[in-house]
């Protein structure tokens, strides 16, 4: 498979919402697109072009947005693509692949705790590695790790 | 020293002593000191610390045994560093549970949380004060000796489940039950093998059926007999591979997981002495007990207390070969051993004393069998 | 008795590691499942925002402290393709050294730890024994049985000891009888084929669906293993077979488990005799100083400055012993990466968890689980 025939099948189905498919060494490439084309662009990546298998769903903080990595597998290509989305950061909502690939659901919580990207829909969206009621998340860049956390803020009961 | 019994040893013992305090003392308090009732009763007392003291370093050694021969069926050394090759190691472990706080839940059964391990082990002590060792060694006047062994032994179920119930553990609970039910199976299989061994011997009592094995022992023409005893006796003594119960206690769910501390010494100390019990009864019904075949050299038989010392080696093999089949089998699923014991064991147990009635029948007309006098004689 | 959820954890010698298997029963059946993870969560990845890269290695050992070298890898993957490093040929063949003898260690120890579960006391220790071969191994050339730190990026700190290969080669030899014996005292058993048997069953198409990978896919018929469909390092170049089963069960697990090793010992031959031939060096020339100055390799060049570095992003994937592993790595120009994020193959193996645990029984699930092969730390991070 080539990064062209990923750009034959999403083109029709995005149109300008599919932001570019830039080269990405060791991979088909990485596929920007639009948030709001989130579910079109998950179910043409499983149904036509055959990537059955979500490894991760990862958050990153850029400060001003926030980018939502996907990595995607198919066992016919033997290739791996990435896709990835651009949410703002005060508005930080996309839909949630877990209705297309049942292993999104761990990644995404765990995208929602450490990186606060709220999934739309999700099914089950709570905390997994930080304790329940943890206020904060903590890989964002304005969490600082050397400097304490405001103790009354810390744990909301539940 | 030959005819001489573990109680006549007692006795005279008591007898000897009583009347030396007696004629110490002198006059009527002397003459009521020797009276016969307290040499009796004390007799009974010597007799019951004897058997008492010999089961318990009996069984501190069979631990270390187990400890040890266990340790090289899995490639190292077992505990060597409390005492000699590790023998003191179970007196300190031992100290160490005597030491603990026992841990009192306050909504538990207080008479049930105490009355359960204490029973428990109670009657498996009990035992050995029926279970003869040796000619001389044995308890004497009483009749049915095995037929009341093997009813003491099977009070446990009810002692684990008073603990179980006891211990106000919903999971305890069901694990006590669990146990018990898994303990209650295996007794049918146990019991019909054990009717295998009665029939060709024709007695109850464990003496007469070692007499009985003076010309063959019984492993050989009852050796279904046998695979049904030993594994029923490893599902009884919750060994590897029965030992779900004593696993469970991993998933919080064991019978025993509220208990610490001497209570729990206890229960370890009762399933040794249950294991023990086990190891002596197979060597009792089917490995002829204290006597060694004919074609032996007459050496090795009459040295003081020699039928104690081939016994003792006859039940540390056969606790040896339940170590063996602990080191190397997996677990048995609780479902799966319930299966096996009403659905294979029981039928097995059930040819086994159609194989023991044929043998009486055709014995008399085999010529290697020998003539014996009748039995109960 | 009605339903009621318990929880198997987070103390619970059956779980190996500190996480909560939340089960929902009715009597012995299991009705759902709800793994609680979180417990060893350390932070890892934030924490390697505020480190130089060959500092963020101490990390990696401890991510997966059964399978260490080989987190050092993945990481190390990444971050060269961040900052644009390529190592020498010797350290490639080292690092698959490293990940072979890994995991081997790590199947080993999960084998330990499976039959334990299981009620065989006996092969745990033979295993443990054996795999304190494989550490002593280790041991002489990293210093460290645990916690190794031996790779940097551009290379592996030190090139092997000498003799070490034919000593390497005495190990395996010793180690292929004793898979046998393994085998014999599991698949010989009846009582473990009636416990394993039919136990925990996980289709293929499923399995991908959940994001399952590594032995629990290839026990399903499903053919992917990423050092021969996506080949890294030198894999390309080495000679072995996929380990695969078709029953989708606790023993299919096994069987693949068992025959992974077997292989590994067939690469590690292949990659000793090119490391006996092919002499060099074992980490790359031209690498920034500032990549870690108490940890810099030995004999780096550090002339590249820091605010001529260009910025880049570094993306890997390995074939870890539990599964396939991923690795991002930014590099936006600084000392430390931007953002360094890991995907775990057991954290998607237990999120499937109620897929293959519900409908069996409590006193199944030591059987199940072990043969998921769950490392919590590579979980939580």
Same mark, same amino acid.
């Given at each position: 498979?080539?990064?062209?025939?990923?750009?034959?099948?999403?083109?029709?189905?995005?149109?300008?919402?599919?932001?570019?498919?830039?080269?990405?060494?060791?991979?088909?490439?990485?596929?920007?697109?639009?948030?709001?084309?989130?579910?079109?662009?998950?179910?043409?990546?499983?149904?036509?072009?055959?990537?059955?298998?979500?490894?991760?769903?990862?958050?990153?903080?850029?400060?001003? =947005?926030?980018?939502?990595?996907?990595?995607?597998?198919?066992?016919?290509?033997?290739?791996?693509?990435?896709?990835?989305?651009?949410?703002?950061?005060?508005?930080?909502?996309?839909?949630?692949?877990?209705?297309?690939?049942?292993?999104?659901?761990? =990644?995404?919580?765990?995208?929602?705790?450490?990186?606060?990207?709220?999934?739309? =829909?999700?099914?089950?969206?709570? =905390?997994?590695?930080?304790?329940?009621?943890?206020?904060?998340?903590?890989?964002?860049?304005?969490?600082?790790?050397?400097?304490?956390?405001?103790?009354?803020?810390?744990?909301?009961?539940? | 020293?030959?005819?001489?019994?573990?109680?006549?040893?007692?006795?005279?013992?008591?007898?000897?002593?009583?009347?030396?305090?007696?004629?110490?003392?002198?006059?009527?308090?002397?003459?009521?000191?020797?009276?016969?009732?307290?040499?009796?009763?004390?007799?009974?007392?010597?007799?019951?610390?004897?058997?008492?003291?010999?089961?318990?370093?009996?069984?501190?050694?069979?631990?270390?045994?187990?400890?040890?021969?266990?340790?090289?069926?899995?490639?190292?050394?077992?505990?060597?560093?409390?005492?000699?090759?590790?023998?003191?190691?179970?007196?300190?472990?031992?100290?160490?549970?005597?030491?603990?706080?026992?841990?009192?839940?306050?909504?538990?059964?207080?008479?049930?949380?105490?009355?359960?391990?204490?029973?428990?082990?109670?009657?498996?002590?009990?035992?050995?004060?029926?279970?003869?060792?040796?000619?001389?060694?044995?308890?004497?006047?009483?009749?049915?000796?095995?037929?009341?062994?093997?009813?003491?032994?099977?009070?446990?179920?009810?002692?684990?489940?008073?603990?179980?119930?006891?211990?106000?553990?919903?999971?305890?609970?069901?694990?006590?039950?669990?146990?018990?039910?898994?303990?209650?199976?295996?007794?049918?299989?146990?019991?019909?093998?054990?009717?295998?061994?009665?029939?060709?011997?024709?007695?109850?009592?464990?003496?007469?059926?070692?007499?009985?094995?003076?010309?063959?022992?019984?492993?050989?023409?009852?050796?279904?007999?046998?695979?049904?005893?030993?594994?029923?006796?490893?599902?009884?003594?919750?060994?590897?591979?029965?030992?779900?119960?004593?696993?469970?206690?991993?998933?919080?769910?064991?019978?025993?997981?509220?208990?610490?501390?001497?209570?729990?010494?206890?229960?370890?100390?009762?399933?040794?002495?249950?294991?023990?019990?086990?190891?002596?009864?197979?060597?009792?019904?089917?490995?002829?007990?204290?006597?060694?075949?004919?074609?032996?050299?007459?050496?090795?038989?009459?040295?003081?207390?020699?039928?104690?010392?081939?016994?003792?080696?006859?039940?540390?093999?056969?606790?040896?070969?339940?170590?063996?089949?602990?080191?190397?089998?997996?677990?048995?699923?609780?479902?799966?051993?319930?299966?096996?014991?009403?659905?294979?064991?029981?039928?097995?147990?059930?040819?086994?004393?159609?194989?023991?009635?044929?043998?009486?029948?055709?014995?008399?007309?085999?010529?290697?069998?020998?003539?014996?006098?009748?039995?109960?004689? | 008795?009605?339903?009621?959820?318990?929880?198997?954890?987070?103390?619970?010698?059956?779980?190996?590691?500190?996480?909560?298997?939340?089960?929902?029963?009715?009597?012995?059946?299991?009705?759902?499942?709800?793994?609680?993870?979180?417990?060893?969560?350390?932070?890892?990845?934030?924490?390697?925002?505020?480190?130089?890269?060959?500092?963020?290695?101490?990390?990696?050992?401890?991510?997966?402290?059964?399978?260490?070298?080989?987190?050092?890898?993945?990481?190390?993957?990444?971050?060269?393709?961040?900052?644009?490093?390529?190592?020498?040929?010797?350290?490639?063949?080292?690092?698959?050294?490293?990940?072979?003898?890994?995991?081997?260690?790590?199947?080993?120890?999960?084998?330990?730890?499976?039959?334990?579960?299981?009620?065989?006391?006996?092969?745990?220790?033979?295993?443990?024994?054996?795999?304190?071969?494989?550490?002593?191994?280790?041991?002489?050339?990293?210093?460290?049985?645990?916690?190794?730190?031996?790779?940097?990026?551009?290379?592996?700190?030190?090139?092997?000891?000498?003799?070490?290969?034919?000593?390497?080669?005495?190990?395996?030899?010793?180690?292929?009888?004793?898979?046998?014996?393994?085998?014999?005292?599991?698949?010989?058993?009846?009582?473990?084929?009636?416990?394993?048997?039919?136990?925990?069953?996980?289709?293929?198409?499923?399995?991908?669906?959940?994001?399952?990978?590594?032995?629990?896919?290839?026990?399903?018929?499903?053919?992917?293993?990423?050092?021969?469909?996506?080949?890294?390092?030198?894999?390309?170049?080495?000679?072995?077979?996929?380990?695969?089963?078709?029953?989708?069960?606790?023993?299919?697990?096994?069987?693949?488990?068992?025959?992974?090793?077997?292989?590994?010992?067939?690469?590690?031959?292949?990659?000793?005799?090119?490391?006996?031939?092919?002499?060099?060096?074992?980490?790359?020339?031209?690498?920034?100083?500032?990549?870690?100055?108490?940890?810099?390799?030995?004999?780096?060049?550090?002339?590249?400055?820091?605010?001529?570095?260009?910025?880049?992003?570094?993306?890997?994937?390995?074939?870890?012993?539990?599964?396939?592993?991923?690795?991002?790595?930014?590099?936006?120009?600084?000392?430390?990466?931007?953002?360094?994020?890991?995907?775990?193959?057991?954290?998607?193996?237990?999120?499937?968890?109620?897929?293959?645990?519900?409908?069996?029984?409590?006193?199944?699930?030591?059987?199940?689980?072990?043969?998921?092969?769950?490392?919590?730390?590579?979980?939580?991070?």
């Amino acid at each position: 498979m080539q990064p062209d025939d990923v750009r034959r099948v999403l083109a029709p189905k995005l149109a300008e919402r599919l932001l570019g498919v830039e080269p990405f060494a060791g991979t088909l490439g990485k596929v920007r697109f639009d948030r709001s084309a989130a579910l079109e662009t998950f179910r043409a990546m499983r149904d036509d072009l055959g990537f059955a298998h979500l490894s991760m769903v990862g958050g990153i903080d850029w400060v001003d =947005h926030r980018e939502v990595l996907y990595v995607l597998w198919s066992d016919a290509a033997k290739q791996y693509v990435l896709l990835s989305t651009d949410v703002p950061a005060n508005d930080a909502r996309v839909e949630t692949a877990s209705a297309v690939w049942p292993s999104a659901n761990w =990644h995404e919580r765990e995208a929602w705790e450490l990186v606060d990207i709220t999934f739309d =829909h999700h099914p089950d969206l709570r =905390h997994l590695l930080t304790p329940d009621g943890y206020v904060f998340h903590p890989l964002l860049r304005s969490f600082k790790l050397h400097e304490p956390e405001d103790l009354e803020v810390k744990v909301r009961h539940v | 020293m030959s005819n001489a019994t573990l109680y006549s040893v007692s006795y005279a013992i008591s007898h000897d002593i009583l009347f030396a305090i007696g004629s110490a003392v002198g006059g009527s308090w002397g003459r009521s000191i020797e009276a016969s009732g307290l040499v009796t009763g004390l007799a009974v007392l010597i007799f019951a610390a004897i058997v008492l003291a010999a089961t318990m370093i009996n069984t501190i050694v069979l631990i270390w045994y187990e400890r040890k021969l266990l340790g090289r069926f899995m490639d190292r050394r077992g505990a060597m560093h409390v005492g000699y090759a590790g023998l003191l190691q179970n007196f300190a472990d031992g100290f160490k549970l005597f030491r603990k706080h026992t841990v009192r839940p306050r909504a538990a059964d207080q008479v049930g949380f105490f009355f359960g391990p204490t029973a428990y082990v109670v009657t498996s002590l009990i035992i050995f004060g029926i279970l003869p060792i040796s000619s001389g060694w044995s308890s004497g006047a009483l009749p049915l000796t095995l037929l009341l062994a093997l009813a003491v032994f099977s009070f446990a179920p009810l002692f684990i489940f008073i603990s179980a119930w006891s211990s106000n553990n919903k999971y305890s609970l069901m694990g006590g039950l669990r146990s018990a039910a898994q303990m209650i199976a295996y007794e049918v299989p146990l019991l019909l093998a054990v009717v295998s061994v009665v029939i060709v011997a024709g007695s109850f009592d464990l003496s007469t059926i070692v007499y009985e094995q003076q010309n063959y022992w019984f492993w050989g023409p009852l050796v279904v007999a046998l695979v049904v005893f030993v594994a029923a006796m490893l599902a009884e003594m919750e060994r590897i591979p029965f030992d779900l119960p004593e696993a469970e206690a991993e998933l919080v769910e064991g019978w025993n997981t509220e208990y610490g501390g001497m209570l729990f010494a206890f229960f370890m100390l009762a399933d040794y002495l249950r294991a023990l019990v086990g190891s002596i009864l197979v060597v009792l019904l089917f490995l002829g007990g204290w006597t060694l075949p004919s074609w032996v050299p007459a050496g090795a038989t009459s040295f003081p207390l020699a039928g104690i010392f081939w016994f003792m080696v006859k039940t540390y093999i056969v606790f040896g070969l339940f170590v063996w089949v602990r080191a190397s089998l997996p677990r048995v699923r609780t479902d799966q051993l319930l299966r096996i014991g009403w659905n294979r064991m029981i039928p097995l147990a059930l040819l086994s004393v159609f194989l023991a009635a044929a043998l009486v029948s055709v014995r008399h007309c085999l010529p290697v069998f020998g003539c014996l006098p009748s039995p109960g004689g | 008795m009605s339903e009621m959820w318990i929880n198997m954890g987070p103390q619970h010698p059956m779980t190996h590691g500190l996480w909560n298997l939340r089960v929902q029963i009715d009597g012995e059946l299991v009705l759902a499942v709800d793994p609680e993870m979180g417990y060893l969560h350390r932070g890892i990845e934030k924490i390697s925002e505020d480190r130089h890269y060959n500092e963020v290695i101490t990390l990696m050992d401890r991510t997966c402290y059964v399978a260490g070298l080989a987190w050092e890898h993945l990481y190390l993957l990444a971050a060269e393709g961040a900052l644009h490093v390529t190592p020498p040929e010797r350290a490639l063949y080292l690092r698959v050294l490293c990940e072979e003898f890994q995991r081997i260690g790590s199947h080993i120890m999960w084998y330990a730890a499976f039959v334990q579960d299981i009620g065989l006391m006996t092969p745990f220790l033979y295993g443990m024994r054996d795999r304190d071969l494989i550490l002593d191994l280790f041991q002489s050339y990293t210093g460290a049985r645990l916690t190794y730190e031996y790779m940097r990026v551009g290379g592996v700190r030190n090139d092997l000891p000498t003799g070490f290969t034919d000593h390497a080669r005495k190990v395996l030899d010793w180690l292929i009888p004793r898979f046998k014996e393994y085998d014999q005292l599991c698949l010989g058993s009846t009582i473990f084929r009636k416990r394993c048997d039919g136990l925990g069953v996980l289709k293929g198409p499923e399995a991908i669906a959940h994001g399952v990978t590594g032995p629990m896919l290839r026990a399903a018929g499903v053919r992917r293993d990423l050092r021969k469909d996506r080949p890294y390092a030198v894999y390309d170049r080495l000679d072995f077979d996929m380990a695969l089963a078709d029953t989708a069960d606790v023993t299919g697990r096994y069987l693949v488990r068992m025959e992974e090793m077997r292989q590994s010992v067939r690469i590690l031959r292949q990659v000793l005799d090119w490391l006996d031939h092919h002499p060099g060096p074992v980490v790359a020339e031209r690498l920034p100083r500032w990549l870690g100055a108490p940890y810099a390799p030995v004999g780096a060049e550090g002339y590249l400055l820091k605010r001529n570095y260009p910025k880049g992003v570094g993306f890997a994937a390995i074939e870890e012993p539990h599964g396939e592993a991923l690795s991002y790595v930014v590099n936006e120009g600084g000392e430390h990466p931007y953002r360094v994020k890991f995907r775990s193959p057991v954290f998607a193996n237990l999120s499937a968890a109620s897929t293959y645990l519900v409908g069996y029984r409590v006193a199944d699930i030591p059987p199940i689980m072990g043969s998921v092969d769950v490392c919590v730390g590579e979980v939580d991070r």
